[in-house]
């Protein structure tokens, strides 16, 4: 069922809606879910997370704005906040990977909103401009927060190599945000 | 400054994302867990019951002897509540499981095998009820796969197995190609999918007209348009006005067409279901034999399943030449047909071992792989 009829459905008959939802996104969901949490959360918690991704946006697909987004980006979008959630529950302390870091000019200021979201925007466009394996690879790695391991597999690629990749998209996007920023 | 580029992208707006998460591989995983915790059990009952009612009438024809026989596959008598019929009174199964209601929680009772682990499966992906591409021969008088025969050439009396009995009838495999008066399942299917979505379009019109919505949004104009065509919209809106009048008129005739569309296809799915069973469940006065309802969700196709010991399995020929005559006609056919192991993975068989361990008791298992009707066409 495509996501238009989806959401005529959800509108019509919410439950007969969410099940055509969790039957067509249920498994993509689980796999970001599963993604973040597999290495803090046994089985059922990620299942637990899975479920709150559903009923969240069961609760709130009146939000959800078709033109915006795909159904599928926006189930993703709230499947990783709602999995980094409950691992940062877990833990108190999510680990930063330093080859994560990038340069931000100090004129840049994380409180002004507006900027922010121009800042995100800028590194995405540039993420995509890496084009693929490196913009996957990236998305991943940082967005999703799929280990080397896990990228390798569905990317069909050797763990040295997503490493690698990784490690010259980062240098990239470095030179180029510097430049833009 | 640095900063993280995990960190950046943590308050990302869908809108600047989509795209990204296109090679994101769905995992397969079974959803009835996940689906019992958002939909929870108020709708899965109501819905599931309107199409699984005559499975849980030929259902209860077994449940006799299941209740009788858990204990033996359990290995004791004891009093555990998961074994246990509602009463508590095994010697009056047969009055236990009588359903007064549509369906009855007893059922679960047959889904909670304490031996659950030491069943014997299928190393065969391929769903069970299809025919074996392995080789068939002759274990004590009955035709098995030859996986089957293997297995059971080294288990102990005592090992069970997990079997389906298949016929070779003149059933088709697929509900789809199955003739029932005169249309193909997949015409009952095909009317079904035809008459509901629009429906579904009048019914988004009537509250679009009754203001029920924000606005007649771009993107319900669009759906409509893109599943029912422009001249089908222009009927009912026309110059920013909608025809609420024969809106409210069409919606019943629409809503009647998808009623009695969805009552078809389920005649059409009742017959296809009673006629592709094996029935084996003629067995259990003579073997005490444990029987599930199986149903493969992908393939819409019912079908049952033994657990059987191998002790019980040397003696079904023997004790099949013992059923009454009349019984032949509901038992399985030694000579055409053949058992074979079930894969575990298949659905039910999963949700049975969720419905072992899991909280959801109320659940017959066989309710929840059966695919959702809409409530309205249920009533």
């Excluded at chain 1, 680990?95 to 409180?111: N, Y």
């Excluded at chain 2, 591989?25 to 079974?30: M, Q, R, S, T």
């Excluded at chain 2, 002759?138 to 025969?149: F, S």
């Excluded at chain 2, 399942?185 to 009754?210: C, V």
Aim: hydrophobic share 40%; with cysteine.
């Amino acid at each position: 069922m495509e996501d238009g009829a989806l959401i005529k459905l959800l509108h019509s008959d919410k439950n007969k809606g969410m099940e055509q939802v969790l039957k067509k996104y249920t498994g993509f969901v689980f796999a970001i879910v599963k993604s973040r949490l597999c290495e803090v959360c046994d089985s059922s918690e990620i299942e637990d997370c899975v479920s709150d991704v559903f009923i969240r946006f069961s609760e709130s697909f009146d939000k959800y704005d078709p033109q915006r987004s795909s159904l599928k980006t926006y189930l993703g979008v709230m499947a990783k906040n709602l999995a980094s959630n409950a691992a940062r529950d877990k833990l108190s302390t999510m680990p930063l990977d330093d080859d994560g870091m990038i340069d931000v000019p100090d004129t840049f200021s994380v409180e002004d909103a507006a900027a922010e979201k121009e800042l995100i925007k800028v590194v995405i466009e540039q993420i995509k401009l890496l084009g693929p394996p490196d913009s996957d690879i990236i998305f991943r790695k940082y967005y999703i927060g799929q280990s080397s391991k896990q990228i390798a597999k569905e990317l069909k690629m050797s763990v040295s190599n997503v490493d690698v990749r990784a490690h010259r998209a980062m240098e990239k996007l470095r030179k180029i945000l510097g430049g833009i920023i | 400054m640095k900063k993280n580029i995990e960190e950046i992208l943590q308050n990302a707006d869908p809108a600047v994302l989509d795209g990204m998460f296109d090679t994101i591989k769905a995992e397969k995983i079974d959803e009835k867990n996940i689906k019992n915790k958002v939909l929870g059990k108020k709708s899965k009952k109501n819905t599931a019951v309107w199409r699984v009612l005559p499975i849980a009438v030929s259902f209860a024809l077994i449940v006799a002897a299941g209740a009788l026989v858990i204990p033996r596959l359990a290995g004791q008598g004891t009093e555990d509540p998961v074994t246990t019929v509602s009463t508590g009174d095994k010697s009056n199964a047969a009055a236990v499981i009588k359903p007064e209601k549509e369906y009855d929680s007893s059922l679960n009772a047959l889904i909670s095998l304490k031996d659950f682990d030491r069943i014997i499966w299928s190393d065969d992906t391929a769903p069970a009820y299809l025919p074996s591409n392995s080789e068939i021969t002759v274990y004590n008088g009955i035709r098995v796969t030859k996986e089957l025969y293997e297995r059971l050439q080294t288990a102990k009396d005592d090992d069970i197995f997990a079997v389906t009995a298949k016929r070779n009838i003149d059933i088709p495999e697929k509900f789809e190609d199955f003739v029932y008066e005169g249309k193909t399942g997949k015409e009952y299917l095909d009317e079904h999918n035809r008459t509901y979505p629009i429906y579904g379009a009048l019914h988004l019109l009537e509250q679009s007209a009754d203001g029920n919505t924000t606005a007649f949004e771009n993107w319900i104009r669009d759906s409509i348009i893109e599943e029912q065509g422009e001249e089908f919209l222009s009927k009912y809106y026309h110059d920013g006005v909608f025809n609420k009048e024969l809106i409210e008129e069409d919606l019943v005739a629409a809503r009647d067409a998808s009623e009695y569309a969805a009552r078809a296809y389920e005649a059409a799915f009742n017959a296809y279901a009673a006629a592709s069973y094996p029935r084996i469940y003629a067995f259990r006065e003579y073997n005490g034999i444990e029987i599930y309802n199986g149903y493969h969700a992908e393939t819409d196709t019912p079908y049952y399943i033994m657990i059987v010991t191998k002790a019980q399995m040397t003696t079904l020929k023997a004790d099949y030449d013992k059923a009454d005559k009349h019984e032949v006609d509901y038992g399985f056919d030694f000579e055409n047909g053949y058992f074979s192991l079930v894969p575990y993975s298949e659905e039910d068989v999963r949700y049975a071992q969720y419905a072992q361990n899991g909280s959801d008791t109320e659940l017959p298992a066989i309710a929840c792989e059966v695919e959702q009707i809409p409530e309205t066409m249920a009533e």
